[in-house]
């Protein structure tokens, strides 16, 4: 490990502007790494990630704090409190808390009312001490309404699936303290109940809210964080949870936790420090939230680490965490009505927005129904089939698994469950799938008719999505396997960027699916492999392409022993000898359908052998990516066209 100097530990910065203090703390990490029915709560990313709540217990009024994540301050947060008063801390935060959950008991609208009651109520205090508390949080909730945060390049916002780059000024949450005198006809049936002299209505800001109601979040049983009296316990359980995805073990910088929680930097103080977050780390074993973890000091404590190890039960927890929030969710968007108050921000043009964007991966039991209604008679009778196909409508949509529910019975499997799996992870059904498609389409439709007319100008056209398919099969058919290495290389660090995390399931789950996942990967970035196929051809010894080529169809030709393909090859090279220039190949024409675009080219390479290698060498590659050629060669005058599955061309002629 590299040797952490003194000098390159950033301390805290004390600056006096007067009335109010900034102190700056760089956060040098890298950028932006129960009950189940009643009380998981959906946590923004951001809140997890960045200490929006201080664990300090010695704060000061009118105190700014900076948060930097890199050294040239390009990136940080400010946490800005109203004059006179304290930026948030362990109260505000479990208030906060406390919030989430009573949003959610009121169905996600992004406006909602509550009294105090009724988040002491979900912080989990006895109602004999509610008295004591209601000055506390009313100052809690008016903190939490006026402090207001600064992002520059730091705030996470899913709706562009990365950071914002430019500065963001926010609060977390707006209030609005209602009498009965203050309020509104159409409020007027919150205070029915005598005892309730006043409302609180709030809403939670747009830029953390929208995070909640998308896939910037984490979930989190709001009960078992508020069981936890220590606020650096919270942190780091909410914390160490985001950073390990679904992986066993995690290893964590000692320095790094401590900025993200945070807590004090003092280098003479850092085994001290160390020492508070291990008293956390034990909390957390104790109450089975990992399974155990250890402390690397190293040389020094600055360098230290910590490793942390979970089991299988955490991520069984975790996934049933997730999937009863989704099933939560995805009902109110379902059952989702105007709520009646018209008001601008009442959360619901947020709902139909998501509806708009999700609807087709809401699994239902309408949806579930009916893709039954496809499969065979005896699917009814799987009890585990209805999460497959629950599932699979989550990641795939809906008209994707009612297509491949046709495709299975149309296959008349006898494994019906496994044969979904996978066909969904091995893309079996998608030409089936493409193809049913376009016979929905007014154009194919047309198509289709004219084809029966044998219309040939009606054969030669495609949808684009195909062309682009035949486009990727073909490259990849001529590929070498070097190139096919690379690009397999490339697709993998591809998925797992989308994954957010690598691990042992990320590994199966592309091993299974590798077919697909290449695929895909080629149709967003054919361009990239083709430009850079073209810049080489000069570089490929012939030699090396033709022997590929052998390869290529040795391999393709399945149907055919290895002796007849070499019989095949030797066949097609003796006709050849007997053309091998150009005074020969005075007038070839060839018109023939090949099996693929290896069968094309091979048959070019041998009809143009003795011709200049590197020209040859250039014009085989550019068919691979063109499918035409026309021009010169030397004395020759070339047209050649390749047509998948239909009459290909080779032309030949001598020039005079």
Known sequence: MKKIKKFEIPMNQVIDTGPSEIVEKFLDVSEIENEKNHSLVRIDINMIEYPLFTKSTSKKKNQIIRYFFNRSKEAYIQVNPTSGDYIPGELEERVFIALLKIMRDKRYNNMFYTTISEILTNMGIAQDSFKGFYGRISKALIRLSQTSYTFKNSLYSNKIKGIIEEQINTNIMNIHMISVKQAQESEKELFTDRRIKEVIKVSISEHFYDNIIRKGYLVYDSQLLLSMDNPITRALYMLINKLRFNRMYIKVLSINLIKRIPLSENIQKIGRTIKVIEKSCQELKKMNLIESYTVIKNSKWMESEFEFYFNESHNELKQTYFYDDKNHFDNLLITHTDSGVDLKNDGNHHFEAVKAETVDRI?????????????????????????????????????????????????????????????????????????????TSEKAKSVNLKLLEIDSDILKEKEPDEDKRLEVKNFWDISSLEIKSEIEKDAYKDYIIMCGVEGKIQKMAFSAAKDKIIKDYLMKNLSKYTAEEVKKVESIPFEKLYTENIEIIQSSSAEKSKNEKLEIVKEKAKEVTEINTAEEAKNIEITKIYKNMSMF????????????????????????????????????????????????????????
């Open 363 to 439: 699994p239902t039991n309408e949806k579930l129904e009916e893709i039954l209604k496809v499969l065979p008679s005896k699917a009814r009778e799987l009890k585990t089939l209805p999460k497959v196909i629950k599932d699979g409508i989550r990641q795939y949509g809906f008209e994707h698994i009612k297509f491949v529910a046709e495709y299975i019975k149309v296959q008349k499997v006898s494994n019906i469950r496994s044969y979904m799996i996978q066909a969904l992870s091995k893309g079996w059904a998608e030409e089936y799938i493409l193809q049913q498609k376009n016979n």
């Open 601 to 656: 080219q091979l048959d070019l390479l041998d009809l143009l052998e003795g011709e200049n290698i590197k020209e040859v060498n250039k014009i085989i590659r550019l068919l691979g990516i063109t499918k035409f050629f026309e021009g010169e060669l030397g004395k020759l005058y070339l047209v050649l066209e390749y047509n998948e599955e239909e009459e290909s061309i080779i032309k030949i002629k001598a020039l005079i």
